[in-house]
């Protein structure tokens, strides 16, 4: 009985160890198969690299926030230099208009008041302008480290969902908002600067009237005619030049965006081609 078990036990182990030499000769085909592949079809390798794509989720997120934090400096420089260029002509040309209708008649009170109006519309364009361009710098940021989340594997559940919506509901406020900042600043100016040219042109009318002088009335006429052109002139220019920075403020995030996407790809694309070939561990 005893020798039974002992031939038993032998044979077992025989069995164990050609199992075992099968095992490692069906290994050893397996990494030369799939090493001949990857040589053979180059592209298999970055689809065999992404699985390792886990071990490391943060180099892409800080690779991503770099460089958007480069691009939004860009972006605030531009869109600070338009708002500066917005500010310098309306408050150009509403002095000038100002310094006309107070050069045709010396109406202290009216020209205060549009002075006034003038300081309050370009503070409330330009506080308008800056609470846009911070809120797309942050969206375009969430969206940016959303993607590069997304991207390095990490799960982002519904968040990029409502990333996605919120950018373009951004987007559309921000249009509509640059769009009727400029309209309101143009046709408030131009309201209060007509009626001080209008309530001007009644003073003038009765003052050159009582003084008996015909020449004073055509003279007060054509002053108050070239106020209303500086005017229209400077709503015309108030609205190009909003129209101007909605543009520019638009094209700009689009290329923000289209850059950043491009950065991420590439690193994404490098990275996965830098890593080492997919090996199996040999038993």
Known sequence: ???????????????ERENTEKDRDR??????????????????RPLDNAARLAQHPRRYVHVAIVVLVVIAIVVIVVVVAAVAVV????VVVVVVAVVAAVAAVVVVVA?????????????????VEVVVVVVVIV??????????????????????V??????????????????VAAVVAAVVVTAVVVVVVKVAVKVR?????????????VVLVVVDIVVVVVVVVEEV??????????????????????????????????????LPYYTVTCI
Do not use: C, H
Request: aromatic share 2%; hydrophobic share 70%; net charge neutral.
């Open 1 to 15: 009985m005893e020798e039974k078990i002992i031939r038993y036990d032998i044979s077992k182990k025989i069995e």
């Open 27 to 44: 290994v050893r085909s397996e990494n030369v198969r799939i090493s001949q592949t990857v040589k053979s079809r180059p592209f298999v």
């Open 87 to 90: 500010v310098v002509v309306v």
């Open 111 to 127: 020209a205060v008041v549009v002075v006034v109006v003038v300081v309050v519309v370009v503070v409330v364009v330009v506080v």
């Open 139 to 160: 969206v375009v940021s969430l969206v940016v480290v959303v993607g590069a989340a997304k991207v390095a594997g990490i799960v982002v559940e519904e968040l990029e």
């Open 162 to 179: 409502v990333v996605v919506v919120v950018v373009v509901v951004v987007l559309v406020v921000v249009v509509v908002v640059e769009v």
């Open 205 to 217: 009318i009765v003052f050159a009237k009582s003084s008996g002088s015909s020449r004073a009335v």
């Open 237 to 274: 220019v108030v609205v190009v030049v909003g129209v101007v920075v909605v543009v520019g403020v638009v094209v700009v995030v689009a290329v923000v965006v289209v850059v950043v996407v491009v950065v991420v790809v590439v690193v994404v694309v490098v990275e996965l081609w830098s």
